[in-house]
């Protein structure tokens, strides 16, 4: 038998693997999207050449990993945590011999890790078919690459658990899940490359979490900027995101209500 | 060692809106001693402080004064130790993993409190055979029936041979066969003598079949703490005879015994009251003797109806 985190992970792939028609709804949203996204770019590229460093083949690129990446990173639509809180379940949660974070970060990981196959690989797949893709040149970039991606899910996933906990206190976390999902991705440089962005909003953006979630894996991938640097960002992040988790955790448990019954 | 030791266990909320917030007492001053093998029904109406205590003796909620251990450990400041030494079922939440087939859940479960392989497979195929599963081990725990989901409760909580086993309202919605084999399960398992059982419930035959002491408990405050046959026999209330009549007749008055008689359905129906020393067999045939009957049913007094009476006891000036 397992130890118990690891076989978290394997429980957080297997209850997902059990949805293949919701990872096929999902993958196909992020292919359409990708299309449109990737016509906008290459139309503004065709004008200008290159922007900022990015020629057709990075832009291509940097579309169809973060169509991929949305399922894998996950912005949108964990409100497990909350809805425990709100309707008391959390009690059986709070019940077991675990750490609540790590177990629910292990879980995460094993979710991510199914999105890799259903979620990342075929709009990646269907890039590559129909659009000049730039593949890593250096073959240690696949080895990064490995690093940056569970880096980003793990940054991901401390910022929801943050906001989700936010309901031990307010009983309901869907307004701040609701602009978390309004703003991430524009600040996360899923909607645009941060480096188009005007150099005052690189440099506020240079100081906070949301980078490590889309362009620095990107970034990565396509081998531009020192990916070791960007890597220990993420890795700063994630354990500093993850000990507020474990502090809010804390707190959040000593003054719960439970809900009903 | 003592399973469960509280002394003046004391919890209030705060509820209502904003502007106008009141402070609620949940639980008021509970102190209870509870021993290892011990069989406890822990009683009362809704909202009586029943959940709320099990919640500060598992340690999720903070109790706002007095003390609490169980199984030896301060259950808020040694949540996740305790949690290695007891079970818990809560009627209304599930510990299963919903999208998973229920075997898996099983073996999570058995992983997170570290069990050894072999003593975990042990125990799960006793529970497996007693509690007949095998039907359903490779079942997604969604598609589950109730009666069968509560079987899965019950063993997964039973799975790292917890000392205590706590159960709150575990036959809730359950039909009576389901009822009777979770019953019947956990009543072999207390036998043994190596769980302590508490347990919250509103069905009276759970804690006939289940428990030797009980605790009533009612608005936060312990009202009785009793073997269960010294409570009966103190505080039981009238049992009713329900008779059903082929033709409508007059009031069954004047049989020994009958305390009360309401007439129902224009006479068709009628509800005789009579108190526990009249033997129900010896007053249906003598009501026979009267009337011809279609059919009768015996009502028990209700754990409410208990409560009620012991309140009013517990009230009454004369005390």
Known sequence: MLAPYPQLVRAGYRRHASYWQASLGGVTANVVFGLLRGAILIAVLAQRGSVAGYDTAVAVTYVWLGQGLIGVVLLWGDTELSQRIRTGDVVIDLSRPWNLQAAMLATDLGRAGHAIGARLLPPMAFGALFFPLRWPEHPITWILIAAAVPLAVTVSFSIRFLLNASAFWLLDARGALAVWGATSGVLGGLVLPLSWYPSWARAVLAWTPFPALFQFPIDVFTERGDAFTLITKQLVWAALLLAAGQVVLARGTRRLVVQGG | ?319
């Open chain 2, 1 to 319: 060692m003592t399973i469960i030791h509280t002394d003046r266990l004391h919890r209030e909320f705060t509820v209502g809106t904003r502007l106008r917030r009141r402070r609620v007492t949940a639980v008021a001053d509970v102190t209870l001693t509870v021993e290892p093998g011990d069989a406890v029904g822990f009683l009362g109406p809704n909202g009586a402080g029943k959940s709320t205590t099990i919640k500060m003796l598992t340690g999720v909620l903070v109790p706002t004064s007095g003390w609490a251990r169980v199984c030896g450990l301060d259950p808020v400041r040694q949540r996740r130790e305790l949690a290695r030494r007891i079970g818990v079922v809560f009627g209304q939440r599930s510990q299963l993993w919903w999208d998973l087939p229920l075997v898996e859940s099983f073996d999570l479960h058995g992983a997170i409190h570290r069990v050894p392989s072999a003593r975990f497979r042990e125990r799960l195929d006793e529970c497996v055979q007693l509690l007949d599963m095998a039907p359903f081990l490779a079942t997604p725990v969604r598609q589950l029936s109730l009666g069968q989901r509560m079987r899965g409760e019950v063993t997964a909580a039973l799975l790292h041979s917890p000392r205590l086993l706590v159960l709150d309202e575990p036959t809730i919605g359950l039909d009576l066969a389901s009822k009777e084999r979770l019953r019947g399960f956990l009543s072999t398992v207390n036998a043994r003598g190596d769980v302590t059982l508490l347990l919250t419930t509103h069905d009276l035959p759970d804690v006939e079949r289940l428990c030797r002491r009980v605790i009533v408990i009612d608005r936060g405050r312990v009202l009785v703490d009793d073997e269960l046959s010294t409570l009966r026999a103190r505080f039981a209330g009238n049992r009713a005879l329900v008779v059903e009549l082929t033709e409508p007749i007059p009031p069954l008055l004047g049989l020994p015994g009958v305390v009360d008689v309401s007439v129902q359905a224009q006479g068709l129906r009628q509800r005789l009251e009579f108190t526990q020393a009249v033997n129900a067999a010896e007053l249906i045939a003598a009501v026979a003797a009267r009337a011809p009957l279609r059919d009768v049913a015996i009502a028990e007094p209700s754990i409410e109806d208990l409560v009620r009476a012991l309140y009013a006891t517990e009230d009454s000036p004369a005390r």
